[in-house]
Structure formats: structure tokens, C-alpha cells
């Protein structure tokens, strides 16, 4: 309720104030506790993860949604042995996923509502994804990564992180999944934070389905967009754009950064920039200068790894892009040299509500 009528910026700094205040939490947390058993929880907290989605593959919240059950119940709804699954809940509910009720009937509370296929914002891809075997393997190349500098990913499976998706239908699908909930969080949030109303072309480079550019036009009514990604990419976003009421404003261009970009007013890019390399990163930038007016905009959506030593999502998320090879999340230096020599003059870095920054930049 907080977040729907206050300011933007009253948002962003409450919600900076409760990262902040989580650390602290945290660290008292690992001062009460000897080091051996605080490095302990951290080397088995895979578990949890794990135990999540076993929960999100069988389905749980879904079968809890109309009520509280009993095991037995429950395991009968999912499919699963009435034994076994009462231990997965056990430890779930111990980790504040899930409740039970004092007849012993599990229900859901608000962590696990998140976990139900069918809210608004649903984690159940991204919990399945992340946990999925497969990608419990790539994450096991960590150690060869940091040892070469190289794909672990690419030393494991023989080949780049896409090609192998297309090759893996199943793990495909989870990783849209896992893609669209996580988008789904993050466009409003990164839509509130700046004022696109002065701009009459908005440009979503790389996005998708236009999820953020429909986030970003229900806040500038005025503007039009135009959705650039590749053609297999954009093919299917005709129907999301007109089921979120944006449909009639949005033209769709179908090609690769790599080669241009359609013109407009203000460029997006979320989450595109740490997908690449610095050669390929400054080279998309290019292209997207060159077809800028000189006075355009650039905006890029992404997690900006800061100086200080608190915990930061991005500083995890980097060794997952390690794994993938030349990918990388950046400081806000390393961004700044990054635009330099594709020719654009970083302005300003922006904060969000939630992990994203908007890094504004303009020609040099």
C-alpha cells in the first residue's frame, strides 16, 4: 500500500534504509554464533534452495490455495509420498516457507504465495530454474571459471549458454519462466523511478516481449513505444502488449543490436549490457548511438555493483555471469568507461525500489 501512494523517491529510500538495516541483522546475527557454525549454515543453505523447489516442481502452494490440508491431503493433491513430503514441509515451514496450523493442516503464508503459478508475481520458474539439475551443474564449474578466467559453462557442456538452451527445450522453458517472473517484479519498479512523460519514442532495445516498455507507457501516457529484439523474440508479443493495454501504441521491429536500431527519443536496455563482453557491449552501444538523434537519451537497466562491502545481489549474480563466460555485471566505473568508448557521456546513475540502477548517458 506504502509503495502504490508514496513518492518514488521516498520508496528508493526506504527501501535502501532496509537493505542497510537487513546487514546489520545479519551480521549480529553471525556475532552470536561461532564462526565454524555461521560458515556451516552458509555451505548448507543450498538446501534450502533445494527444498524450494521441490516444493514449487510438485506444485504445493497451488494444491494450498483454496485452503489449509493435511499431509495426506496434500500428497494426494501433488502426488507425492505423505511421509516424505511431511518432512520437506517440516523443514519449510522451519524456514518460515509455509505455516501449519495448530491441527497440524499446512496452509500458506506470504512467502509462499509467491511460490503459487498463478499470482501476478510468481517466483515458482525462477525457483524452478535456478534449482533445476542442470543448473546445479553449471554452478559446480564455479571453481574452473575463477581458476581460468573462462566458461566453466562452455567447459561442461561444449558449447555457449544459448546454443545449449536451444538444444534443451525443457530447461528452455524454465529459463522464460524463471525470465518473465523476474521481469515482472522489476518493470514496474525501474518504470517508477524515472520520468519518461517528456519523451514522445520510447525504444526497448533487446526486450523481449515488452513487458518493461508496457510498465514504462502506463506511466508516460503520452508516449509511444517501439519493442526491438530479435524476430523469434518479438513474435509472440503482439498478444502480451494487448493484453496489458498497450497493444495499439507500440510498433515492433524485429533485428539484432549487433547490426542497428530503430530511432527514437530514449533508448532502454535492461539487462542487456551485462549479457556481453566489453568488445560486444561497446559495440551495441555504438550501433544504438549511431542511430540516436543527437539529442537521445540511453538509459540502461541493470544491477550496478557498489564500493561498499555489504551484501549486494549483484556481486552473487557476477559469478553466475562468470560461469557463462565473458558476461559480467560492472561497477559504476567500469560503466563509465564502458560508454566512453562506444562515444556516450555517462550523466548520472539513478537508484531504484529494488536491486536495478538506471544508468542515463548521452552522446559525447
Do not use: C
Amino acid at each position: 500500500m506504502l509503495t502504490r501512494f508514496a513518492s518514488p523517491r521516498l520508496v528508493i529510500r526506504l527501501a535502501r534504509t532496509s537493505e542497510a538495516a537487513r546487514h546489520y541483522v545479519l551480521r549480529l546475527h553471525q556475532l552470536l554464533a561461532p564462526p565454524p557454525a555461521v560458515i556451516t549454515e552458509m555451505i548448507v543453505s543450498g538446501w534450502t534452495a533445494q527444498a524450494i523447489t521441490a516444493a514449487a516442481d510438485l506444485k504445493v502452494a497451488d494444491a494450498l490455495a483454496a485452503g489449509p490440508l493435511s499431509v495426506e491431503a496434500l500428497a494426494r493433491d501433488v502426488g507425492a509420498d505423505p511421509d516424505a513430503l511431511d518432512r520437506l514441509m517440516r523443514a519449510l515451514v522451519s524456514r518460515v516457507v509455509f505455516a501449519q496450523r495448530r491441527d497440524g493442516r499446512y496452509r500458506l503464508n506470504a512467502l509462499a504465495e509467491t511460490l503459487r503459478s498463478d499470482t501476478p508475481v510468481s517466483l515458482a520458474g525462477a525457483a524452478r530454474f535456478y534449482g533445476s539439475r542442470l543448473h546445479r551443474e553449471d554452478l559446480s564449474m564455479l571453481t574452473a571459471s575463477v581458476q581460468t578466467g573462462e566458461s566453466g559453462f562452455e567447459k561442461l557442456r561444449g558449447m555457449e549458454f544459448w546454443e545449449f538452451l536451444a538444444t534443451t527445450p525443457e530447461l528452455a522453458e524454465l529459463f522464460n519462466q524463471a525470465m518473465t517472473s523476474l521481469s515482472k517484479m522489476s518493470a514496474p519498479v525501474i518504470a517508477a523511478a524515472y520520468d519518461f512523460t517528456p519523451f514522445r519514442t520510447v525504444v526497448d532495445v533487446g526486450g523481449g516481449q515488452g513487458r518493461l516498455l508496457a510498465a514504462i507507457l502506463d506511466v508516460a501516457p503520452g508516449a509511444r513505444g517501439v519493442l526491438f529484439d530479435l524476430p523469434d523474440v518479438v513474435a509472440e508479443a503482439p498478444a502480451l502488449l494487448r493484453q496489458l493495454g498497450v497493444g495499439g501504441r507500440v510498433d515492433i521491429v524485429g533485428g539484432s543490436f549487433f547490426d542497428s536500431a530503430p530511432e527514437g527519443d530514449v533508448y532502454v536496455l535492461k539487462h542487456v549490457i551485462h549479457d556481453w563482453g566489453d568488445d560486444d557491449a561497446v559495440s551495441i552501444l555504438r550501433n544504438i548511438r549511431s542511430a540516436a538523434p543527437g539529442d537521445a537519451l540511453i538509459l540502461l537497466a541493470e544491477i550496478v555493483i557498489p564500493q561498499h562491502h555489504r551484501e549486494n545481489l549483484g556481486k552473487l549474480l557476477d559469478l553466475e555471469m562468470l560461469i557463462g563466460g565473458e558476461a559480467r555485471e560492472r561497477t559504476a566505473e567500469q560503466y563509465r568507461r564502458l560508454l566512453d568508448r562506444a562515444g556516450l557521456r555517462m550523466t548520472r546513475i539513478l537508484p531504484t525500489a529494488g536491486p536495478h540502477s538506471l544508468i542515463e548517458a548521452r552522446s559525447a
